[in-house]
């Protein structure tokens, strides 16, 4: 039997759920990336596990570069502007970044990168920033679905700001939208101001810049000024 209650040490994914409720209930799971966990919750043997995750919100809602990573349960590459690559053995809290050399990363992390690679040429996105294809349909309603917000996307080419660079600016937008909540206006448009003036693509701060003076009841000719003058 299965047992109530456990833990297993090596790495699981999300994507292995599926698989594993389709052997318990002994059907034959379709093609699919995840493998079952039965083998690990029954204590048998398997093999070692590579998780991939990604996050192309900060390039569609705010112009900024998407972010990826490829993990083991050794180690972990995150692909950005600004790369990184974790030792998990010694740095569970990912404090030292060990990606010094792009030339000479460490031994553990060059099949991690290969990997990463490798999905990266079959991605449409990635596709679009060498500007091989344009962005299907079938690829924006399955991002949609998964919660992202499409507008931002129209540069093509051209390096994109590394989301850590940009907390700062996430941070003054969050302040923002507390401040147009708490019908501060003036306050909240110099803030977004502020922060289009960094990301000129920030697609989710540009409706901003009106909704002070539309919440205002401002003339529709105030919010055309307030949007211009940026």
Sequence with gaps: GIPARGRVDPLVRTVDIVPTILGLLHIKPPAMDGQSLL????????????????????RLNFGWSEVRAERS???????????????????????????TNPSAPPSFARPLIAQLRTIERGDPFSNVQRGQSQLDEESRRKLTALGYVFGSDTKSTGPRAD?????????????????????????????????????????????????????????????RTHTLHH
Excluded at 190 to 218: C, F, K, Q
């Design 39 to 58: 083998p690990l919750i029954k204590g048998e043997p398997d093999a070692p596990r590579v998780a991939y995750s990604e996050s192309f919100a900060p």
């Design 73 to 99: 349960r050794e180690g972990k590459f995150i692909e950005a502007p600004h790369p990184e690559v974790y030792d998990l053995r010694r740095d569970g809290e990912e404090r030292t970044n060990l990606f």
């Design 163 to 223: 989301p850590k660079d940009r907390i700062a600016y996430w941070e003054l937008f969050e302040q923002a939208q507390t401040a147009i909540r708490n019908r501060q206006y003036p306050q909240a448009l110099e803030m977004v101001r502020t922060g289009l003036s960094v990301d000129r693509d920030h697609g989710i701060a540009m409706p901003s810049l009106s909704n002070g003076p539309i919440r205002r009841n401002h003339h529709p000719a105030d919010v």
